[in-house]
């Protein structure tokens, strides 16, 4: 049995058939082609899968797709820039070396654009807090700390 | 040392744009149209007959396009010793054998319908632990070897062995003698992009498979014996690397989820797409050896190390994948980590019903390290010595040759000891108890490329195009580890031209040239090489047709200067007679004479000239291809002989730790790496390595631990089965290179991709020990067992 939701997809309606064991990640993925948003578990262990539900970091693997019905969903390829450029935080991540096999990347990011939208100036220990649930087996983290202060940093400078 | 234009410099990746956007694609994004999906049933015993199979309900169900077995199917073989099945026919061997599989329109169905196979087995005993396996009368794993001739024992017929010097006699001038046994757990890559693929026929029966592997020509090679075995000889396989979400060693074999997928794609005739899942992945993916190491060594009274016996045996698992030559790399540090005049190793692999094993990053060394370097920690203290003096008193030096015929070109071990030293205040914080306290270990590794195959060459083709454009053909694989990164830097320092000119060409096995594979930290060294190779030989034929074009095209650039300056007067300069190719430079793009006037229009932009000798009446267009191999050797295994590698890197890591008697908890305070690798490439991405790597090393030393209990994986998931997060990495990491210069080096460069972990486990092991006296021997070191082992020393 198919139910029609509708939601809001990087700032535009979507409607889209679901079953009812359908996760967030299938319905991104699958109908909606957005395949930014990754796979790395499906139980909820790595945050490959996060996107932002109404300002708040969720794992879509976790979260069943009937339950997005009237929300704001923001997923990585809702970051890029009106001119095919990458946001100031996607920015930071390539420049400071935060990004190797770039699996955990889109997960990451979104993790740490949750934590920057509520708190701009987070400390160091904000930051492994925001980014406790994503786990990356490339890069050691240090690169990624880095990243997300220079990202906070920089928007500062532009607030 | 030479001053680069872009080599040194911090540089980001090319592919981290697309990645950051979520628009790089993995096997997961792939889709092909008309594609299934393919789905596993694996076995529900660790060792049984396969007494019946039924399909007959997964057939039936809506959805489903093929039901394959080892029955309906040509036999494929594969493996290191071609022991190992697609499908197996009569038996299993461990839990992950593959006995059936599925392809359905859709990933639901597929899953549904192996769920409806139904197995009957007869349970056979089992054998799950290496040393019960070489046991006489231990239940066979294998009845007969791959040529069919009857087996009496488990033991794996590779040898791997060295001895050198006397033994005896290094055993009678020993004065201290330090003696252990020291293991390892299993552990999985642990990828965070899952392993799959994607096959399709073409309807001439060629094969076009997407691959997550690091070996796509010798996976080809694999996969065209595989077509001959389906009755398709002289058909061929293209083999294209997507994205890939890590692999550490997991791409260095082909799988049977590949030739299952092969089998799907011709019985349908549709292209199959096999992903798994987290939990078939930490099951049915084959993980990191587990092994235990036996250690002997002596040091005479001035300290001097006189021998160093080593007996190593790795349960292997089922069957047999490249894993099984790990001792190859382990006699590495075993004969040639510090000066050891006399030495014996021995390595001995057997067969179990555990999972079988495969390659992962450092592929033995870190297996073998551990050991060594917790030993040389123990054999300091017997002789009572510091253990960085020690170190020292027994380091390698430049220019040496090891008792297994290493040949050591340049070799910062000293300043590396020195500079973790240094770096961690050794004498102060050293034996000053309170619970916490210092250690470190050393590290040798191949830098120079590996050779455990016929060929270690990597070619490389570079093509410019119109506009000033290389476009760049290179057989290895980017994995994640920034490969493609330092290419785009060396092939834009060598060529003469800016990095955004340098354009890296998916990996295809129908586009670039040969490449055994992306192992033994070769990629770079490698692909860096045959660039300054291919580099040099395309500025030659740039530089011979400049003689001609560059007098004429730059006349034409003084007229229109002239339009836009009148009154210009060009300095005196004959450019007919300074255009020779010997006196032509290139850099940025753009051609110019050295030593000629700074003037605007004595350039000559590199698009111009090719467009010049393109567009002429028997025009040419401009490719070079080169093939390089290194100079190294392929060793004798079995006498332990032979220059595995052209340089080698090494290094050294100290770890500063608290320890918490109460609870066992190990605190990392700070870790120090100091790593000699040659020269840095991009400071940026070597950075990224060594932190990364040193990130897996932690883990390995900590927690890391696939649980086995009867052949079944106890913890698939993350949940079970930990690795660092970043509240683990959650300690100031220092970190230095030294640069030694290598002439073998490309801009005198080493590789560095698995060094980083080598060192960590015994270095975090030594200051444990520093802490609070307790000597683990049996990695991870959990918290349980320094409890256990402080409550003994009590
Ligand atoms: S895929 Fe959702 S947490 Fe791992
Ligand atoms: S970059 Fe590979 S998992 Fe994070």
Redesign the interface.
């Known amino acids: 049995m198919k139910t029609e939701i509708s939601f809001i997809l990087n700032g535009s309606e979507v409607r889209v058939a679901v079953e009812g064991h359908h996760r967030l990640i299938d319905v991104l993925?699958g109908p909606l082609r957005?395949?930014?948003?990754?796979?790395?578990?499906?139980?909820g262990?790595?945050g490959?899968c996060t996107v932002i539900i109404d300002g708040r970091a969720v794992n879509s693997c976790l979260y069943p797709a009937l339950e997005v019905e009237g929300k704001s969903v923001t997923?990585?390829?809702g970051?890029?820039g009106p001119k095919n450029e990458?946001s100031v935080l996607?920015?930071s991540?390539?420049?400071?070396?935060a990004?190797?096999?770039?699996?955990?990347?889109?997960g990451m990011?979104m993790s740490a654009k949750a934590l920057l939208d509520s708190n701009p100036a987070p400390s160091e220990d904000d930051?492994?807090n925001a980014?406790?649930g994503?786990?990356?087996?490339?890069?050691?983290?240090?690169?990624?700390?880095q990243a997300v202060k220079k990202a906070a940093r920089q928007l500062k400078g532009r607030r | 040392m030479t001053d680069f234009y872009h080599i040194g410099k911090k540089a980001s990746r090319p592919d981290g744009p697309d990645k950051a956007a979520g628009k790089a694609l993995y096997i997961h994004d792939l889709e092909r149209p008309g594609m299934l999906y393919g789905k596993i049933k694996f076995s529900d015993h660790p060792h049984a007959r396969i007494k019946r199979i039924d399909t007959s309900r997964a057939e039936k169900l809506i959805g489903v396009r093929a039901v394959i077995t080892a029955a309906n199917t040509p036999e494929i073989r594969f493996g290191f010793l071609r022991d190992n099945f697609a499908l197996k026919k009569d038996k299993v061997r461990h839990y992950r054998d593959e006995i059936a599989a599925v392809a359905a329109i859709d990933p639901e169905t597929a899953e549904e319908a192996v769920e409806l196979i139904e197995v009957e087995y007869e349970p056979l005993p089992g054998v799950f632990c290496p040393h019960e396996a070489m046991k006489e009368g231990s239940p066979l794993i294998h009845e007969s070897d791959p040529q069919g001739r009857p087996r009496t024992d488990n033991l794996i017929p590779l040898k791997f062995h060295h001895e050198s010097g006397d033994l005896e006699a290094g055993k009678r001038t020993a004065k201290y003698v330090a003696e252990g046994e020291y293991s390892t757990p299993m552990v999985q890559q642990c990828c965070l992009g899952t392993a799959g693929c994607i096959a399709e026929f073409d309807m001439s029966n060629n094969l076009t498979i997407w691959a997550k592997t690091q070996i796509p020509f010798l996976a080809q090679r694999d996969f065209n014996r595989a077509l001959s075995d389906m009755g398709l000889p002289g058909k061929n396989t293209r083999v294209i690397v997507p994205t890939l979400g890590g692999a550490f060693g997991s791409g260095l074999d082909t799988h049977a989820y590949e030739y299952i997928a092969i089998l799907l794609a011709f019985r349908t005739g549709r292209p199959v797409k096999i992903v798994y899942t987290r939990t078939e992945e930490f099951a049915n993916l084959s993980p990191r050896q587990s092994s235990i190491t036996k250690i002997i060594q002596g040091c005479d009274q001035n300290g001097k190390l006189t021998f160093r016996e080593v007996e190593v045996l790795q349960d292997n698992g089922a069957y047999t994948s490249w894993g099984a030559t790990y001792p190859s790399v382990m006699m590495m540090p075993a004969t040639s980590l510090y000066r050891v005049p006399n030495v014996y190793f021995n390595a001995r692999l057997v067969y179990t019903n555990n999972t079988f094993c495969q390659a992962m990053r450092g592929y033995g060394n870190p297996e073998h390290t551990w050991a060594l370097e917790s030993n040389m920690d123990e054999l300091a203290e017997e002789a009572g010595i510091d253990p960085f003096d020690f170190r020292m008193l027994n380091r390698n030096q430049p220019n040496e040759t090891t008792p297994m015929g290493l040949k050591v070109s340049t070799c910062g071990l000293k300043e590396c000891l020195e500079t973790v030293a240094r770096k961690l205040d050794w004498k102060k914080k050293r034996k000053k108890g309170k619970r916490s306290g210092v250690g470190m270990a050393s590290l040798i590794h191949v830098g120079g490329g590996g050779r455990i195959y016929r060929s270690d060459a990597s070619g490389l083709i570079l093509k410019l195009d119109d506009f000033g454009n290389v476009n760049v053909f290179h057989g290895g694989v980017e994995m994640g580890q920034g490969l493609h990164s330092v290419l785009t830097l060396a092939v834009a320092e060598a060529l003469g031209v800016r990095p955004e000119q340098v354009i890296i060409n998916p990996t295809d096995t129908g586009t670039c040239p040969w490449d055994v594979g992306t192992h033994a930290s070769r990629g770079a060294f490698m692909a860096c090489n045959a660039a300054i190779l291919a580099a040099n030989k395309l500025r030659s034929k740039i530089f011979e047709l400049a003689e001609e074009f560059f007098p004429r095209e730059t006349e034409q650039n003084l007229k229109k200067y002239r339009e836009k300056n009148p009154g210009y007067k060009p300095p005196k300069f004959d450019v007919m007679k300074a255009a020779r190719r010997d006196r032509f430079e290139l850099h940025d793009g753009f051609i110019f004479i050295k030593d000629s006037p700074q003037e605007p229009w004595l350039r000559l932009e590199l698009g111009r000239l090719l467009r010049a000798v393109h567009f002429r009446t028997q025009g040419q267009m401009l490719t070079t291809e080169v093939f390089y191999d290194p100079p190294n050797e392929l060793p004798d295994f079995e006498k332990g002989l032979g220059n595995i590698s052209a340089t080698y890197a090494f290094g050294t890591q100290g770890a500063e730790v608290e320890v918490d008697t109460e609870t066992g908890e190990v605190k990392i305070l700070r870790m120090v790496a100091a790593h000699d690798v040659g020269k840095v490439l991009n400071p940026l991405a070597l950075k990224g390595q060594i932190y990364g790597a040193l990130a897996q090393g932690l883990g390995y030393a900590l927690y890391e631990e696939l649980q086995s209990q009867q052949g079944k994986i106890m913890n698939p998931n993350f949940r079970d089965y930990k690795i660092p997060s970043v509240c683990d990495m959650n300690f100031p990491i220092d970190l230095e290179f030294i640069e030694t210069d290598d002439s073998y080096g490309p801009f005198g460069a080493k590789g560095v991709a698995e060094p980083g972990l080598v060192p960590t486990a015994p270095a975090i092991a030594n200051a444990i020990y520093d802490a609070v006296g307790v000597r683990i021997r049996d990695l991870p070191i959990t918290p349980e067992k320094i409890l256990a082992a402080l409550k003994k020393i009590k």
């Open positions: 993925r957005q395949t930014g948003t990754k796979e790395g578990c499906g139980e262990e790595c490959s997923t990585i390829e970051l890029q990458l996607q920015k991540f390539v420049e400071e070396g990004i190797q096999c770039g699996f955990c990347t889109p990011i930051i492994r980014l406790q994503n786990l990356c087996r490339c890069t050691g983290y240090v690169q990624i700390i």
